[in-house]
């Protein structure tokens, strides 16, 4: 199938994405379509690519007020746990997002389980999380490109898992993130689309069985505390949600 009026199918693109990720390239302007991938198309694609590259150890939903609804697979070869370390281009620009997450420890309840809601949360806990962003597209992508290219995530930074967290608000908190000696969050942060939890159930009533759907063990992120810096190595980078726990990373420059 052709991308709309464009000249490159979903099965190109997706494979010049692939073949991106392997190579820890960018894919070249003349293997993009001329027109942006509907949404249908980009799911297709991220499918595409994780049939090649997965398995999904993970998720990320966005849920802001006035735009669609999106998500996307993150590899579980990706998500490392805290603290970490990363190898990156000395010259790679790398997105730093601090972000409530939540590790799916039981099989969620099905569509007629009583008390549902309750039911679901019973199954989580909450983790600290730092999402690495990192694309495999030329600067200025249009938006359902990056969907296709799983939203350009780059990996996720993992830290303990907090079981008894039903008591803490997911919706505005306290936190802190640096890079190196420049404080990127410091204070009162709102989780995007107002509620964690509500975000992870809006993923988990639209993903059905795309990229193999929601399974034990996974993390479920939801939106950036910080909005969308980025650093280069070689920086540290240390985030902390309060009741919740840190997070760190260490970019190492890729010799």
């Known amino acids: 199938m052709k991308i709309e009026t464009g000249d490159v199918t979903e099965s190109a693109l997706a494979a010049a994405l692939i073949e991106a990720r392997e190579a820890g390239g960018i894919v070249s302007p003349e293997k993009l379509p001329t027109t942006d991938p509907s949404m249908k198309e980009a799911l297709g694609i991220q499918r595409e690519v994780v049939r090649a590259t997965g398995p999904v150890g993970g998720f990320k939903v966005a849920n802001k007020p006035g735009a669609d609804r999106i998500m996307a697979p993150i590899f579980a070869k990706d998500i490392l746990p805290s603290p970490a370390v990363l190898t990156v281009p000395a010259d790679e620009q790398i997105g730093i ?3 409530i997450g939540f590790r799916i420890d039981a099989p969620l309840p099905g569509q007629g ?3 549902r809601r309750q039911a679901m949360a019973d199954c989580l806990s909450l983790v600290p999380v730092i999402e690495i962003v990192r694309t495999r597209l030329p600067g200025g992508a249009a938006p359902m490109l990056k969907l296709a290219d799983n939203q350009i995530n780059g990996g996720l930074v993992v830290g303990s898992p907090v079981k008894d967290w039903l008591g803490m608000s997911v919706a505005q908190v306290t936190a802190a993130l640096t890079a190196g000696d420049t404080v990127l969050l410091e204070g009162a942060a709102q989780v995007p689309g107002g509620d964690a939890f509500e975000n992870f159930l809006v993923l988990e009533a639209m993903i059905g069985d795309h990229c193999g ?5 996974q993390v479920v992120i939801t939106g ?6 980025y650093v280069q190595a070689e920086t540290t980078v240390r985030g902390r949600i309060d009741g919740l726990g840190s997070v760190s990373l260490d970019l190492e420059i890729q010799r």
């Open 97 to 99: 997002e601090l972000e």
């Open 113 to 115: 389980a009583a008390n």
């Open 213 to 217: 759907g929601l399974c034990p063990g």
């Open 224 to 229: 950036s505390l910080n909005g969308l810096p």
